[in-house]
């Protein structure tokens, strides 16, 4: 399945990607560790998953997980989460920063 046919959302450790069409879920997927708020962001290819602190890479078509880091002490909560391909933010504060750049 392309990506770009994909939307995904992450709840209590688990995420899913669903059919950007009709909702219908493709592939899910839950983390080993941390309990609670789930930050996404697609990178290429890759969906950068933070749960309560914990980082993990999966395979955005299929949900394979690719990576794994514990970030040891670093602590828990929400994650910001930035790449050269995207941000992991408010929805309006993304818009912003794309109609700056294109200035």
Known sequence: MNIND??????NRRVAALKRQTGEIVWQWQASN????????LDGGTLI???NGYMYGLDAATGNQ?????MTGFGTGVAALVSA???SCNPMAAASHVANSSS
């Open 6 to 11: 994909l939307v995904f959302t992450g709840f």
């Open 34 to 41: 941390g309990m609670s708020y789930v930050s996404l962001l």
């Open 49 to 51: 998953v933070s749960v």
């Open 66 to 70: 690719l990576w794994y880091n514990p």
């Open 85 to 87: 391909n995207g941000m």
